[in-house]
């Protein structure tokens, strides 16, 4: 199994540009998530999807928009990048939504910077 | 709000010495407690993790107990290595948090850097 994979894994962008981060995950998970890594932020959630169809907005939602694909793939577009969406992007993936008790499995991580 | 503290690093240590990372948090009901580690241009992986009062999480020679008369889940190893230096974060997960259970608040994340 490949777990959660990322791509791309650098990215550079210009003010305004637009762009899709790809998730996928092979381990048959319902939950999937899109987090974003600031320097002494710890990591933020920016959308989730609890189950395939459902997606739902999180701490910090705002310039982004997100696709549940289909069960294994989950998007994060950013439809016109700012500098301040300059961070580490983290796709994770958990077993069922329903258990607050599992464990949540990342990706690599997006280094995506906006100048 | 719900909410998790954790002690603000950089922490270094040499090796073989003591760890203990302090990790506090507010919740409004019972969480799920849980230690991640980020090694460095990687992505979080689970270290360990504890479900209910007193349970104690362990793995790879960390530990930690979740009390819940202190709100606390400290992070403990008895003997550091090189290979552990990593940025380690304290995360809590509740039930019906935000609309959709299990979704993950996490602590700011303490660097560790442990010197031969």
């Known amino acids: 199994n490949a777990g959660v994979t990322q791509t791309p894994k650098f990215q550079v962008l210009k003010t305004g540009q637009s762009m899709t981060l790809q998730c996928a995950q092979d381990?048959?998970?319902?939950?999937m998530y899109w987090y974003r890594q600031d320097p002494g932020m710890g990591l933020r959630l920016i959308y989730y999807?609890?189950?395939?169809?459902?997606?739902d907005k999180g701490e910090v939602p705002n310039g982004y928009n997100v696709s549940r694909l289909n069960k294994r793939e989950f998007s994060l577009r950013l439809e016109s990048a700012a500098p301040s969406q300059t961070s580490v992007y983290f796709c994770?993936?958990?077993?069922?939504?329903?258990?607050?008790?599992?464990?949540?499995?990342f990706g690599p991580g997006t280094r995506l910077t906006v100048l | 709000g719900d909410s998790v503290t954790q002690m603000e690093g950089p922490v270094t240590l040499s090796e073989e010495a003591f760890l203990t990372i302090n990790c506090t948090y507010t919740?409004?009901?019972?969480?799920?407690l849980f230690w991640y580690v980020q090694y460095p241009g990687e992505g979080l992986q689970l270290l360990l993790k504890?479900?209910?009062?007193?349970d104690k999480g362990s793995n790879k020679g960390f530990e930690a107990t979740y009390r819940k008369e202190t709100t606390s889940f400290h992070l403990e190893k008895g003997s550091v290595q090189v290979s552990d230096s990593a940025v380690y974060f304290c995360?809590?997960?509740?039930?019906?948090?935000?609309?959709?259970?299990?979704?993950?608040?996490f602590g700011k994340g303490t660097k560790l850097s442990v010197k031969p």
């Open positions: 994770a993936s958990k077993i069922q939504g329903a258990t607050y008790t599992d464990t949540q499995y």
């Open positions: 381990m048959n998970h319902n939950s």
């Open positions: 999807s609890a189950s395939e169809g459902t997606t």
């Open positions: 919740a409004t009901g019972y969480p799920s």
């Open positions: 504890a479900t209910k009062a007193d």
């Open positions: 995360a809590l997960s509740l039930m019906n948090y935000g609309g959709s259970q299990g979704n993950l608040i």
